[in-house]
């Protein structure tokens, strides 16, 4: 997959972080897949998704 980093955007935020213990204490909820299976999930919806959302 070829990338090219830039500089950011106006209102792209510095990172993305989230902690699952509240909603794990309040609703009984915890993810089904680790950090690692998230971010590669991510990386491989990028390789394919200006195709799956073509008009």
Excluded at 15 to 35: F, H, I, K, N
Excluded at 37 to 42: F, L, M, T, V, Y
Aim: proline share 5%; no cysteine; net charge negative.
């Amino acid at each position: 997959m070829h990338t090219i980093d830039t500089e950011p955007r106006p209102g792209d935020v510095a990172g993305g972080y989230t902690t699952s213990d509240r909603a794990a204490r309040l609703l009984g909820w915890e993810p089904g897949r680790s950090l690692e299976d998230g971010i590669r999930s991510a990386l491989d919806w990028i390789a394919v998704r200006d195709e799956r959302l073509k008009d």
